[in-house]
């Protein structure tokens, strides 16, 4: 679902581009996601009683091709059933093989200018996975854990030993030193001593080291080097201390002849029972106590990470982030919303240097092969016949395969042709936008833009879109690993794909984590049957072979008031929604239309025009009524045509219209109908009399037949004049008997409601309050005061105010304001007929 939010946004962009006249192109593909394919694969197959791991190489990137191509089509299918518009001509993944020539030819080029080197480093290793994962694929999460304090005894045999808090005791078999800090009075007659590493007989020093924090355990530290990121900065700057063995292999388990020979084999978590036994047993184990600490788990597998140091490929990141920060830094690339784009630069400014190299099967080969000769590494986009230093043609490939991030990031210009000089890449490079989700900011937004400055001294995009992450409706963050996320494809089945779309952005901001669920789709579903039902009435009094509509209808000063006031607002929206969409601000776009067509044009104005549109104002008001409403429905339809592209095709296509596509008829020009302003004004007082009397009439209790009289007491001239003229609209709308408008001075009529407005004073007749009225109303008040002190008991919770966002608190708080004047009315009404507020015994 998550691909279905993004994908509708940037559908939107295109579409509304593409009927503005731009040569558009959006590109589809698939990414062949290495290391999540592979685990994806490794567990369907274990269901199956099969390990990944020890099927024939071939047999394995079989199975892994299989799982591809059916995600591959399902991805398809989703695509096309919800309407997006992309070149599928132009389709690509990403280990095709212009893909592959891509990858080896941007290895071997860092690799030439000394962006990618080899080297032993602490790297993040998945045990589990049996791979190197990237510094973003690891999860760290407080957990429970144990501190365990030993005693290293002193090598000399004196009593006692030193006490050295670790919470992996497992490891201690790896350790070169005891470290202290400096300025640790404790330890100062100590340094340079040695202590036996318990369990084993192998001597080490008690060495300084600022690095050591001196309140941690009892500030004497093992040095681990070869299996913590800090012991091995340690161990660098102390030359004289000797580098270890591996003593934990590439599955976790202990190995080496620096671990007594009982617990060779055992993976770490048995290994971690049997050590601490053992210590006990030899009275080296002081004490143990409950840790709260950090822990590094690999995304893909949960498995604890196992720093590790190892041989690994890298790209130097820094001299590529430099372009990027300060292109984002001068706009030259946008961030929208912009809120993100400071915690973007920040991890720019702070990045390391990203290993690109995974032990995986699935993925790029590394372009990388060692002479055995004499030990050259050649790197080569094809592969060499024989080593450029020695000529030995004894040459060995890197047994590796690269991040696929490492393709995905050249994205841009790949697909593009690049590197052959392609129609394509001139006239496409650099693209416009990029709609994605956040949590793959650094992964791939900020890579791509590296990759761009670095190989075609250009942006790959001026602006990138982040979409929020989408909730379930308990407000979960929806995910396949809970399996909240429905079936795209099930949704487009059940609901339409129309539906879908406008759920995904409107009401929830596209770019906030906003709830998707059923609520949102029936949603979708009301404003498309709306709009549906709109065009239906349209079309009931569009005589046959009327001409599509080239412009508004000219209509004359004297025409009446919605006429000029439907096309003003027309007008409106159209501005507010390009305006709207040019600033990347998705859901307001799709709020203006949704309130434009469902309340101005829907409700308002299809209700006041029904008359002309009927014929019972003479002719000509009924062709300016007819002209006016197919303009203004017409262009509605291409104005909303990139959120729900099915629907306003097939509408579109009912009405008189040119001959082509609804998705390639231009986009409505911004001052194609008139500016109205004073129509606008008029139109207000005329609007909310209707409204405020009708609302009267329901609180009232005006049965449905009846016809009561009202009275307005208008607030002014403009204001007397307008509803004056208008009053046959008012009377109709709200069903009433008759309309007085009432001069300044003169007396309410009494026994009626009262409202009152900006605009003036409206009074509706009462119906005569029986016995039986009296009660309903009590009943009705005893209702509302319940509803009332739910609501506030609910405000007053400071959690709930803490908790919720701020338009659910405002709602709440404007519902306490509405329930409490309610309330406040039935009293009002109870005392003029002389009755108590509380229900009769
Ligand atoms: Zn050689």
New binding site residues.
């Given amino acids: 679902m998550g691909h279905m939010l993004g994908d509708t946004v940037m559908d939107v962009l295109v579409r509304r581009q593409r009927m503005r006249g731009a040569a558009t192109l959006w590109l589809p593909g698939l990414d062949h996601a290495g290391l999540a394919t592979q685990v994806e694969v490794r567990r369907r197959l274990q269901r199956q009683g099969v390990r990944l791991e020890e099927l024939p190489r071939e047999q394995a990137v079989h199975e892994v091709e299989l799982w591809k191509e059916e995600h591959e089509r399902r991805i398809v299918e989703q695509t096309r059933a919800a309407g997006f518009s992309v070149d599928w001509s132009r389709y690509r993944y990403t280990m095709d093989a212009g893909s592959v020539r891509a990858t080896r030819e941007v290895f071997v080029r860092l690799h030439a200018d000394g962006l990618v080197y080899r080297g032993e480093r602490m790297v993040n290793w998945d045990p589990r996975l049996r791979t190197a994962i990237s510094d973003l694929e690891v999860i760290h999460r407080e957990e429970d854990g144990e501190l365990v304090y030993l005693r290293y005894p002193w090598a000399d045999g004196s009593p006692g030993g030193l006490e050295v808090a670790t919470v992996r005791p497992e490891t201690i078999f790896g350790d070169v030193a005891v470290a202290v800090h400096p300025s640790d009075e404790r330890y100062r007659p100590f340094l340079g001593r040695e202590v036996v590493v318990p369990l084993t007989d192998r001597k080490v020093p008690v060495i300084e080291d600022a690095a050591i924090d001196p309140e941690f355990g009892a500030g004497a530290l093992k040095v681990t080097p070869r299996h913590d990121e800090v012991d091995h900065e340690v161990y660098q700057r102390h030359p004289t201390l000797p580098m270890p063995p591996d003593i934990l292999d590439a599955g976790g388990r202990l190995t080496s002849d620096w671990v007594p020979a009982e617990f060779r084999g055992m993976d770490r978590d048995e290994a971690r029972t049997k050590t601490l036994e053992a210590l006990e047993k030899a009275g080296l184990l002081l004490r143990r106590e409950p840790y709260r600490h950090s822990v590094a788990r690999s995304e893909r597998s949960d498995a604890v990470i196992e720093p590790r140091l190892s041989v690994q490929w890298f790209v130097r990141m820094r001299p590529l982030a430099l372009p990027v920060i300060e292109a984002v830094r001068r706009g030259e690339i946008r961030i929208h919303p912009e809120r993100w784009e400071r915690e973007f630069l920040h991890w720019l400014e702070e990045i390391q240097d990203w290993c690109i190299s995974r032990q995986v099967f699935w993925g790029h080969a590394i372009p990388v092969y060692y ?6 590494e ?1 790197a080569s986009v094809d592969p060499p016949a ?7 043609a ?2 060995e490939p890197d047994p590796d395969v690269l991040d696929t991030w490492f393709t995905s990031w050249l994205w841009p210009f790949v697909t593009l042709g690049w590197p052959e000089r392609t129609a394509d890449l001139d006239h496409y490079y650099p693209t416009n936008v990029l709609v994605t989700g956040r949590d793959i900011m650094f992964f791939w937004v900020a890579r791509m833009m590296m990759s761009g400055y670095y190989f075609r001294n250009a942006r790959p995009f001026s602006d990138v879109y982040f979409t929020g992450m989408l909730r379930d409706e308990q407000g979960r963050r929806m995910s396949k690993h809970l399996g909240n996320s429905p079936d795209p494809l099930e949704l487009v089945r059940q609901r339409g794909a129309d539906a879908v779309r406008f759920a995904l952005v409107f009401p929830n901001p596209t770019d906030e984590d906003g709830m998707f669920g059923p609520a949102a789709l029936d949603g979708g579903r009301n404003f498309l049957t709306k709009v549906w039902n709109l065009v239906r009435f349209t079309l009931a009094f569009i005589p046959d072979g009327t001409a599509p509509p080239e412009g508004p209808p000219a209509l004359p000063a004297a025409s009446a008031l919605e006429n000029r006031w439907v096309l003003s607002r027309y007008r409106r929206a159209r501005e507010e929604l390009d305006r709207a969409l040019t600033e990347y601000r998705i859901t307001p776009a799709a709020a203006v239309l949704y309130d434009f067509l469902w309340h101005d044009l829907a409700d308002r104005y299809v209700e006041i025009a029904k008359e002309a549109l009927l014929g019972h104002r003479g002719e000509t008001a009924q062709r300016e009524a007819r002209e006016t409403l197919l303009f203004v429905v017409e262009r509605s339809l291409r104005l909303l045509h990139p959120f729900v592209p099915h629907v306003t095709e097939e509408l579109w296509h009912a009405l008189p219209h040119p001959d082509t596509l609804l998705a390639l008829a231009p986009w409505p020009r911004a001052d194609e109908a008139p500016s109205d302003p004073v129509a606008e004004v008029e139109m207000e007082p005329v609007l909310e009399t209707v409204r405020l009397l009708r609302n009267l009439r329901s609180e009232e209790k005006v049965p449905l037949d009846a016809a009561p009289k009202a009275w307005v007491r208008p607030a002014g001239p403009e204001v007397a004049r307008v509803l004056s003229a208008e009053k046959a609209t008012v009377v109709r709308l709200v069903r009433l008997g008759s309309l007085e408008l009432l001069d300044e001075r003169a007396e309410p009529p009494a026994g009626t409601g009262r409202r009152v407005a900006v605009f003036g004073e409206c009074f509706l007749e009462r119906p005569v309050a029986s016995g039986a009225t009296a009660e309903a109303l009590r009943r009705e008040r005893a209702k509302l005061v319940a509803l009332l002190e739910k609501n506030r008991s609910r405000l007053a919770d400071p959690g709930f105010r803490a908790r919720a966002p701020p338009e659910v608190v405002r709602e709440a708080e404007e519902k306490a304001t509405e329930l409490q004047d309610r309330v406040q009315r039935i009293d009002e009404h109870l005392k003029e007929d002389g009755a108590s507020p509380e229900a009769s015994p």
């Fill in positions: 002479c055995r000769h004499c030990h050259r050649v024989k080593c450029d230093r020695c000529s030995s004894d040459l």
